[in-house]
């Protein structure tokens, strides 16, 4: 079935370390995007990329980096920089450029510091 | 920049009756979406309605658009246990925009 899935679903982290989440999609779509959602908030927009080896910061970029080396991947790293990482990370993508259309969510990972 | 405000924040409904939550957002927008989110999971897209539209129905959902008082409202009718979930709008507010920005959401609950 064609998807975007999001792994690992929940990760504990220490302080101090890096911490890589991934979301792969295989609906041939162009752009992709991280989000991030705290309790009873709205997702804001952490890095979002529109064609491979391109992408943009959003609204809270500090502290996150980001690759997108092949179309089906988007890789989102947390970096010890960030400094309230404890949150529910969603990616999403849509398809067609110079639009926007329809985000298709993955299930989320859900990253807790201890 | 939170650009949607959704109103009411909770919604406690009986099953069968209908369910409306509303949108307000505050600068000029191409289009705006709804999207359901079930607790602890990704976000589904319901539907979309553009800057040009005011009135769009999918099932038993009915979104309307008032451009000139900068809200959408999101009708449930006959609701149902399965209809509990966190709702949210969306706005595009640029030309090509990738930034979608969401609102806070309403967590409508429907008792069986």
């Known amino acids: 079935d064609g998807g975007i899935t999001q792994s690992p679903k929940y990760l504990f982290r220490k302080e101090g370390q890096n911490v890589t989440l991934s979301c792969e999609q295989n609906?041939?779509?162009?752009?992709m995007y991280w989000y991030r959602q705290d309790p009873g908030q709205g997702l804001r927009l952490i890095y979002y990329s529109q064609i491979v080896n391109d992408f943009q910061k959003g609204d809270i970029a500090e502290g996150y980096s980001v690759s997108r080396e092949k179309k089906e991947s988007f890789p989102l790293t947390v970096t010890s920089a960030q400094k309230n990482p404890t949150a529910f990370y969603l990616c999403?993508?849509?398809?067609?450029?110079?639009?926007?259309?329809?985000?298709?969510f993955g299930e989320g990972s859900r990253l807790t510091v201890l | 920049s939170q650009q949607g405000e959704e109103d009411p924040q909770a919604l406690s409904i009986q099953e069968g009756e209908n369910a409306t939550m509303n949108c307000s957002y505050k600068t000029s927008i191409n289009n705006l979406q709804w999207y359901r989110q079930n607790s602890g999971r990704g976000l589904v897209h319901l539907i979309l309605i553009r800057s040009n539209e005011r009135e769009k129905h999918s099932g038993r959902l009915r979104v309307t658009l008032d451009t000139s008082k900068k809200s959408s409202s999101l009708l449930i009718t006959a609701s149902r246990a399965a209809d509990t979930a966190s709702y949210f709008c969306a706005t595009d507010s640029g030309a090509g925009s990738y930034q979608l920005t969401f609102g806070k959401g309403t967590k409508l609950s429907v008792i069986p």
């Open positions: 999403a993508s849509s398809g067609g450029t110079g639009t926007t259309g329809e985000l298709f």
């Open positions: 609906l041939n779509h162009d752009a």
